[in-house]
């Protein structure tokens, strides 16, 4: 059976800290799960934050520091799998490989829609800049799902004429009622988890799973309500699985830091 790690929301940012990072690696050699699926927002990429353009809040931000901060994550995500491989080579055994899921979040999307809305960064400023797949990662755009042993992943999913993204505090239902399948998803920082039974009797999930980073942000008043952590897929078939949540707090630093 399928086992996979969900990392959500991880947030990185040039002005904190990364150690989360190199956590999650560590945590992915000691289990190795099959599927490492990250939901999106790994970059934080405030340089492109269009709510306080010309304040005084957005001084100092610069596109490449935030470009450059991503791709330290990234090497510090991979650097405990790269090392673990590294021995196993030397001991002439199979390397570890597991199969890397980036779904698309709207703070990566930001560079689509400033190249878009700018004509003169368009062509200069690209997803590419992010460089995820040349650290391993196969890349689902913000509008295209990842479909995993009949799941759904995606950083959000939307709904409606205008294309809202689902959400409200019954999210995890709102899944399974407006899309049919268990999905999971991150976008809210929130956690939570329904399950339902189809005509058929298979059992489907909605699972939002909270966030990945261990910072409070300055531009909400929610943060205490976020869910902090990494979400563990036990025994995935077929749209089914024992969700395992791990505390960033009490699970993963305590173990890793």
């Not at 490989?97 to 700018?118: D, L, S, W």
């Not at 479909?147 to 505090?169: D, K, L, Q, W």
Request: hydrophobic share 35%; proline share 4%.
């Amino acid at each position: 059976m399928t086992q996979i790690l969900v990392i959500p929301d991880p947030h990185d940012d040039p002005e904190e800290n990364k150690d989360r990072f190199e956590w999650a690696g560590r945590l992915v050699v000691e289990r190795q799960p099959d599927y490492i699926v990250c939901l999106g927002d790994w970059a934080e990429m405030g340089s492109l934050c269009r709510y306080d353009i010309g304040m005084v809040t957005a001084e100092g931000r610069r596109y490449c520091d935030d470009i450059a901060s991503t791709h330290k994550s990234l090497a510090l995500f991979n650097k405990p799998i790269v090392d673990y491989n590294n021995k196993l080579t030397h001991w002439k055994k199979k390397k570890y490989t597991p199969k890397m899921v980036m779904c698309i979040g709207n703070h990566e999307n930001r560079i689509n829609t400033a190249a878009a809305q700018t004509p003169s960064l368009y062509g200069t400023i690209t997803m590419d800049d992010l460089k995820f797949e040349e650290h391993g990662w196969d890349v689902y755009p913000i509008t295209k799902p990842a479909i995993i042993e009949n799941m759904a992943f995606a950083h959000y999913f939307t709904s409606g004429v205008m294309g809202r993204p689902i959400s409200g505090v019954n999210h995890s239902r709102s899944l399974l009622i407006k899309n049919f399948r268990s999905s999971v998803v991150g976008h809210s920082h929130m956690r939570g988890m329904s399950e339902e039974r189809t005509i058929n009797g298979d059992r489907i999930l909605g699972l939002v799973c909270g966030c990945y980073f261990d910072y409070q942000m300055d531009w909400t008043t929610e943060n205490d309500r976020y869910w902090r952590g990494m979400v563990y897929l036990n025994d995935v078939v077929d749209g089914n699985c024992e969700p395992e949540f791990l505390s960033l707090e009490h699970h993963i630093k305590l173990k890793y830091s």
